[in-house]
C-alpha cells in the first residue's frame, strides 16, 4: 500500500516563495512515476509536475521557469520549489505516485490528502 503525505501549505504574498514536502512510502515501481497536481474549487485537477522512474521532469506551462520538483534517490521524499507565486497559483496541491497498469502504462494510483496554498496579491 502507497501512503502519500504533504506539508508545507501556507499562506503567502505574491512574489514569496513556498517549498512542499511529500513524504512517500511503500512506492516500489521501477517502471513509473510520481508528481505534483492541484485543484482549485469548481476546477478540474491540474498537473504541475511530474517526476518520470528516471528522474526526468516535465512541467505544466503556466509553472515553468518558476516551480522545480525534486525527489530523494529512494523516492521517499518528493519537494515542490515554488518561486515567484502568483495569486493564480491558489490551490489544493496532492502529491500523487503513478502505478502500472497492463493496458495504457503508468496511471495515477495513490494521492496524498492535499495541502493549501494561497498567494494573496
Known amino acids: 500500500q502507497v501512503r502519500l503525505m504533504e506539508s508545507g501549505g501556507d499562506s503567502v504574498q505574491a512574489g514569496g516563495s513556498l517549498r512542499l514536502s511529500c513524504t512517500v512510502s511503500?512506492?516500489?515501481?521501477?517502471?513509473?512515476?510520481m508528481g505534483w497536481h492541484r485543484q482549485i474549487p469548481g476546477k478540474d485537477r491540474e498537473t504541475v509536475a511530474v517526476?518520470?522512474?528516471?528522474?526526468?521532469?516535465t512541467y505544466a506551462d503556466s509553472v515553468k521557469g518558476r516551480f522545480t520538483a525534486s525527489r530523494d534517490n529512494g523516492q521517499t521524499m518528493m519537494y515542490l520549489q515554488m518561486n515567484n507565486l502568483k495569486s493564480e497559483d491558489t490551490a489544493v496541491y496532492y502529491c500523487?505516485?503513478?502505478?502500472?497498469?497492463?493496458?495504457?502504462?503508468?496511471?495515477?494510483?495513490?494521492w496524498g490528502q492535499g495541502t493549501q496554498v494561497t498567494v494573496s496579491s
Open positions: 500523487a505516485t503513478q502505478e502500472s497498469n497492463a493496458h495504457i502504462g503508468c496511471i495515477w494510483g495513490y
Open positions: 511503500g512506492f516500489r515501481s521501477s517502471r513509473c512515476g
Open positions: 517526476i518520470g522512474n528516471d528522474g526526468t521532469t
